[in-house]
């Protein structure tokens, strides 16, 4: 995965009905250690990353790169949307194209907050890098991963096996001039 390189970063930010997406700052890192170290936003992940570890090695403005966005909720980060180019992804179909991803705080669930920020970062992609398809991998088995990737407009290419599970490939088509 890479970074998305050649757009216009940090961004202005960007304001839903209830949320703001802006790049990081040194007064997220609390919440950075707390969403890497958190077993539950990692049970479809791979783990969580060990907390005294994370408050070594954690800089102060954390994942400060150009298509990591922090979601904040009245004033205080509860989640990151990451969107990355998939240079080295192991499909073919998903290979070389923006790759979303997401991670919300467990306290953050079921409000409809990662629908409506995963929503906003998309229209910002469509107007940093025009007609760009997207993807998303994502566990089969992580419901609310799959009821968020059809909500926001993913259809499955594929399903295949990695990391010891089924993973779940969709596409999301750019959108055309007339919808
Ligand atoms: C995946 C993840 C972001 C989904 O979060 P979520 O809060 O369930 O997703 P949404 O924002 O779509 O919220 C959906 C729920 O909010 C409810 N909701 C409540 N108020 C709402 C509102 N005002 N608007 C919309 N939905 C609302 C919906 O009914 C829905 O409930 P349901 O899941 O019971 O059907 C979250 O579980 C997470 O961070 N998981 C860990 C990280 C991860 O696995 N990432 C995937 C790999 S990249």
Redesign the pocket.
């Known amino acids: 995965m890479e970074d998305l390189g050649a757009v216009v970063w940090p961004p202005e930010p960007v304001r839903t009905g ?1 949320l703001v997406l802006r790049e990081s700052e040194v007064r997220d890192r609390a919440a950075f250690i707390e969403l890497l170290a ?1 077993p ?6 791979g783990g969580p990353r060990p907390r005294d570890e994370l408050e070594r090695e954690m800089p102060g403005a954390p994942e400060r790169w150009p298509g990591s966005f922090v979601v904040e909720l009245d004033g205080s980060m509860i ?1 990151q949307i ?1 969107l990355r180019r998939a240079t080295g992804h192991r499909r073919p179909a998903a290979a070389g194209k923006v790759d ?7 306290r ?11 929503a906003a970062a998309l229209g910002w992609l469509a107007e940093a890098l025009p007609g760009e398809p997207v993807v ?4 089969s088995a ?4 799959m ?2 990737a059809a ?1 926001l407009g993913f259809t499955e290419v594929e399903r295949f096996e990695a990391w010891g599970a089924e993973q779940w490939l969709g596409m999301r088509s750019p959108a055309t001039p007339s919808d």
């Open positions: 209830r958190s539950e936003v990692h049970a479809y992940l989640g990451l979303l991803g997401y991670l919300f705080l467990p953050a669930w079921g409000l409809g907050y990662a629908a409506e920020a995963c998303l991998t994502t566990q992580n419901m609310g991963s009821r968020l909500k």
